[in-house]
């Protein structure tokens, strides 16, 4: 009997079975809104394209846009806004839950003037508040940091994304992905991304 043999079918299956579950493990979440019960608050990571088709060009729409797409959605009776990130563990709740695979667009704009990050909620992010900025806060999707061009346009105030946390094989190479990481980015008011996390908070009392 030849054992390599024998075993050769078995370890094949092994072999099979371990990246099946290593792909399902790493597979992108999206159009699914899912409970976080620390702060009593759905989180959804939004595909235009599967969502919007054929409504946008490129299939792709910038933050404004979004921001407006995120106030029209309702789950459970709760309004939809871009997503507020607090703390590090909705952070981490958005990145282990979703893990996505392109940038997603979420509620924080930087306004150049004032040089104030604000959330969609007119709260400010201020010092000692949680954050999660790479380490060139203001990088722009080909490269180089990008804060004064961005600071140029017209509404004077850079929207705010996640990078990615896998690759899709197709948005940016694994030395791209290893620098960026799963972090906040502020880019130019002409960007636009196919993502967007948005949240539904719980109502509130007065409501």
């Not at 990615?164 to 008011?189: D, L, T, Y």
């Amino acid at each position: 009997m030849n054992t390599r043999n024998s075993l050769r079918p078995w370890l094949l299956a092994m072999l099979f079975s371990g990246f099946a579950w290593s792909t399902a493990l790493a597979q992108t979440v999206y159009d699914t809104p899912l409970y976080f019960k620390p702060n009593d608050t759905y989180y959804e990571l939004v595909s235009i394209p599967n969502q919007y088709k054929g409504q946008f060009g490129r299939n792709e729409t910038g933050w404004p846009q979004v921001y407006k797409l995120a106030t029209k959605l309702i789950y459970k009776g709760r309004r939809g806004r871009l997503a507020i990130v607090r703390s590090k563990a909705v952070n981490d709740f958005l990145r282990d839950t979703f893990k996505p695979d392109q940038p997603a667009w979420i509620g924080l704009r930087y306004w150049c003037k004032f040089h104030k990050f604000m959330w969609v909620d007119l709260t400010i992010l201020r010092p000692g508040d949680y954050r999660n900025f790479g380490r060139i806060w203001n990088r722009g999707g080909t490269g180089g940091g990008n804060a004064r061009a961005g600071c140029l346009t017209v509404p004077g105030w850079q929207p705010v994304h996640y990078w990615p946390v896998i690759n899709s094989g197709g948005w940016a190479s694994g030395a791209k992905m290893e620098r960026f990481g799963f972090h906040w980015n502020a880019n130019g008011f002409g960007k636009h991304w196919r993502s967007f996390f948005v949240e539904y908070p719980p109502p509130k009392k007065s409501e």
